[in-house]
């Protein structure tokens, strides 16, 4: 089962990430690009995610980290 968005604004920090970022950051353009390719991919993931059973990590927050983790050399969890 794929859970849903949840956002979590101010649980742990005053600022959101918007405020963070500055707006001339490399990262906003590619969140766009990210955005719309993870958008035509979610058809995909909605096919092979089952309705049964414990709500899981959306696929797209697993891809986001993936990407945060190569660009600024975060080692892997295991």
């Given at each position: 089962m794929?859970?849903?968005k949840v956002e979590t604004q101010s649980?742990?920090?005053y600022?959101?990430?918007e405020q963070r970022v500055p707006a001339d950051h490399p990262l906003r353009v590619i969140r766009v690009i990210v955005d719309l390719?993870?958008?035509?991919?979610?058809?995909?993931?909605?096919?092979?995610?089952s309705h049964l059973?414990?709500?899981s990590i959306p696929p797209g927050h697993l891809l986001r980290a993936l990407l945060l983790q190569v660009f600024f050399s975060i080692r892997p969890e295991r």
């Open positions: 794929r859970s849903g649980m742990f920090s600022l959101s990430p390719s993870l958008a035509e991919l979610d058809g995909h993931f909605r096919r092979i995610y059973g414990c709500p």
